[in-house]
């Protein structure tokens, strides 16, 4: 295998040491081993990810590293266009508009052979699905999300526009068991249990007070040096993430319930302590999502415009280094364009009257149809 220096101080690790990482939790699991401790002969840094999911990359872990990892970064880019394309309502010059704005972030996501393609297109799939009345596949991506990045389970506020609570309900919680249950294809039952309670153990333990990452929480101490514990103002976030939805007269509104839609693409980014630039697939689709279904107003054009320039062009070598260490990284400035637009997501979901018709920015067809 090539080595190439994945981080400095911790040795020479393979260019793709994330893929190794999802491939060796694979061989770890059916080898009776516990995939959730270190293996520094093996790769860097430590697997994060359910039992589930290791089950189901064994399908890639099995191929050989080349093909493996190619197919790999296919399936998030595939994801992802055919989840954009699926969206409906929208025009195809809307849809190739909002992937084109999100070129750079995919290309840094793939860089690092990450899951946030995946997961912002499964997010995005689950609205389609639902729009067409596919409770019982929205549930399914839905509770995919949350296998791979527990985060995901923002993504079920989706299903409050829905009347069918009870079916929505019943196709969850199969889901889940389903997912909580796949690993017993390799493992039995008490191993099974060892096994998430070893995973909780080290997203638990994994929460370092000082770790802030590119989100609110590293916004707030680099700018205001605001010392507040993370789950207060995880909270607060939640609390006006929520808010827009008790508006329940407006749920038979597309308009609104499409800018819900980049509200939580957007909301699991930047209330994620931790973080970092290749998560911003998710933000950045979310971005673009909101940007190219409104009126192109200046406050809306200004924001976009910051967005491209200090979320994705930043991380580029557009922005010498320097200016990126001592000004893009300390002050989260990646971030910021992304916290002012949910702001203003939902203060437009809060003023949206059901009156408008959406239809100026949106090509309307049939909620039904494909």
Not at 141 to 146: R, Y
Not at 321 to 331: M, Q, V
Request: charged content about 15%; aromatic content about 16%.
């Amino acid at each position: 295998m090539p080595l190439a220096p994945i981080k400095e101080g911790k040795g020479d690790f393979t260019a793709y040491n994330n893929y190794l990482i999802f491939k060796q939790s694979f061989y770890h699991l059916i080898n009776d081993k516990d995939p959730y401790i270190a293996y520094p002969d093996e790769h860097w840094d430590l697997y994060k990810y359910s039992p589930a999911f290791s089950i189901l990359f064994g399908f890639f872990a099995m191929l050989p590293d080349s093909m493996g990892l190619l197919l790999w970064n296919g399936i998030n880019v595939i994801i992802l266009v055919l989840a954009v394309f699926y969206l409906p309502k929208l025009t195809a010059q809307q849809k190739g508009l909002i992937l084109l704005a999100c070129i750079l972030e995919i290309m840094t996501s793939l860089q690092n052979e990450q899951s946030n393609g995946l997961i912002a297109g499964l997010i995005i799939f689950s609205f389609g699905l639902c729009e067409r009345k596919r409770f019982f596949l929205a549930a399914l991506c839905l509770m995919l999300t949350v296998f791979i990045k527990l985060f995901g389970i923002v993504g079920f506020a989706i299903f409050l526009f829905y009347p069918q609570k009870p079916k929505l309900i019943l196709y969850t919680l199969a889901w889940a068991i389903f997912f909580l249950l796949i690993p017993l294809m390799v493992v039995d039952f008490g191993q099974l249990l060892k096994l998430y309670q070893s995973w909780f153990h080290l997203l638990a333990s994994d929460q370092p007070p000082t770790a802030f990452g590119y989100s609110v929480f590293g916004w707030l101490e680099s700018w205001f040096q605001m010392h507040v514990q993370n789950m207060v103002i995880l909270a607060v976030g939640a609390l006006l993430f929520l808010l827009p939805f008790t508006r329940t007269k407006m749920y038979l509104s597309y308009d609104f319930r499409l800018l819900a839609l980049p509200s939580i693409l957007i909301w699991v980014v930047i209330f994620n302590h931790m973080a970092e630039s290749p998560t911003f697939i998710i933000a950045m689709t979310g971005v673009s999502i909101w940007f190219f279904t409104r009126k192109p107003t200046l406050i809306n054009v200004v924001l976009f415009v910051m967005a491209i320039i200090l979320t994705s062009l930043s991380s580029s070598d557009i922005f010498p280094r320097d200016i990126r260490n001592e000004f893009i990284h300390p002050y989260v400035l990646k971030a910021f364009p992304c916290i002012l637009i949910w702001i203003k997501i939902v203060i437009d979901m809060m003023v949206a009257k059901k009156e408008v018709d959406s239809s100026v920015y949106v090509q309307p067809t049939n909620l039904n149809a494909r």
